[in-house]
């Protein structure tokens, strides 16, 4: 029986560099970008970035579990933006910019919540981890030009 494949969705701030980065892992099948955790029905870019939707930006990671793991895409995503920030990355303050991840499963949350628990104990950030997570919601893709936006420039990351 072949296993199926995984949704893995994470909030590091501006979506771009985040989803460019995701696109590199072996074992990603799919990523995709688009707004969760609000209240409004389909919601656009000029709506989310009012500060008014309660949506993050977020890239919706598919996966296939066999090749690379939920706690290595933890791992990353960690590594992508700077944990300890509540409601900005850079630049670009706002909810819209806050670090979460929506999980699809309770081996999800799980695995979330104990890497959180090991970065606070490893002393490695100066505060405490801000990351929130909660259960995956509803996904928004976000507009087709935002889709592979940086690959679509010839880019390979943002500046931050």
Not at 132 to 139: I, L, R
Request: charged residues 20%; contains cysteine; hydrophobic residues 35%.
């Amino acid at each position: 029986m072949e296993q199926a494949l995984e949704k893995a969705t994470f909030g590091a701030g501006c979506f771009w560099g985040v989803e460019a980065r995701f696109q590199q892992v072996p074992g990603v099948t799919e990523t995709a970008v688009g707004y969760e955790g609000g209240a409004q029905e389909n919601p656009t870019y000029q709506d989310v970035c009012t500060d008014r939707t309660g949506h993050a930006e977020v890239v919706e990671v598919t996966f296939d579990p066999r090749k690379v793991s939920y706690s290595a895409l933890l791992d990353l995503f960690f590594e992508l933006h700077d944990p300890t920030q509540v409601n900005r990355q850079g630049p670009d303050w706002g909810t819209q910019y806050r670090t979460v991840v929506f999980f699809h499963s309770p081996q999800q949350e799980s695995a979330a919540t104990e890497a959180i628990a090991r970065l606070n104990a490893s002393g490695r950030y100066l505060r405490p981890i801000a990351t929130q997570v909660v259960p995956a919601m509803t996904f928004w893709r976000a507009e087709e030009y935002h889709q592979r936006y940086l690959e679509k420039r010839g880019a390979v990351s943002c500046r931050i």
